[in-house]
């Protein structure tokens, strides 16, 4: 484990010693940005292509979604979940350089998007090649999943498959990210699939009261 992964652990494991729940996602966020020190939050993205270009949405999904009563115009080539208007949760600069972190916190389970939106941060993370006024961004980034929901770590329903996150699983680079649902509005509008170009696996640490976390690294996509 390097110096910065390292330190941003014992950081997760101080928060959660002495205060076992946070108020929200956002309360999680300032405390960790103001421990680690030296942090912007919620600065604005940028996001260089994806190394592997998506799969097209077929035509007939496309048909579904424009003939709707609020038609939904999608573009040949389906959505990118790298909005332009995308915000990173933290830009710490530490001795090493800038490292954009991603964070996630949860002490319920009341939607299935998570496991999702998680695993597009790593998307996010592996592409994003500025954030704010830094056009420097280090090759190591981090994604955070906070959680005391057992349903992330031991990945079941009602998590959709394609989205678990269980401990000790292994993913390949190429890994295809998409609901498993048949609805074009899901598939295809609110959630746009996406390739991680880089493998993971997914180790998750105790934190007694407060769950678990994962701490994954991240890098920057190759060209």
């Not at 942090?39 to 579904?64: M, W, Y």
């Not at 009341?110 to 994003?128: A, I, Q, V």
């Amino acid at each position: 484990m390097d110096a910065l992964a390292e330190h941003i652990h014992q950081v997760i494991q101080s928060l959660f010693a002495d205060h076992p729940v946070y108020a929200s996602e956002s309360a999680f966020q300032g405390v960790f940005a103001e421990a680690l020190g030296d942090c912007q939050r919620e600065v604005r993205a940028t996001f260089e292509p994806a190394r592997i270009p998506p799969r097209r949405p077929p035509a007939s999904a496309l048909a579904d979604l424009a003939a709707r009563s609020q038609p939904r115009f999608l573009p040949p080539e389906g959505r990118d979940p790298c909005a332009r208007a995308a915000k990173l949760d933290v830009l710490w600069e530490s001795p090493l350089g800038s490292v954009p972190i991603e964070l996630k916190y949860r002490t319920r389970w009341n939607s299935d998007t998570y496991g999702y939106m998680f695993l597009k941060d790593l998307h996010r993370l592996e592409r994003m090649v500025a954030a704010g006024a830094c056009t420097t961004l280090g090759e190591k980034r981090f994604a955070i999943f906070v959680t005391t929901q057992a349903v992330y770590w031991k990945g079941e329903r009602p998590e959709p498959e394609p989205f678990w996150l269980t401990d000790g699983r292994q993913i390949r680079p190429g890994y295809w990210v998409q609901y498993d649902q048949k609805s074009p509005d899901t598939l295809w509008y609110r959630y746009p699939p996406f390739h991680l170009a880089n493998q993971y696996q997914f180790t998750w640490h105790d934190l007694g009261r407060s769950g678990r976390y994962l701490l994954i690294e991240v890098e920057r996509q190759v060209s």
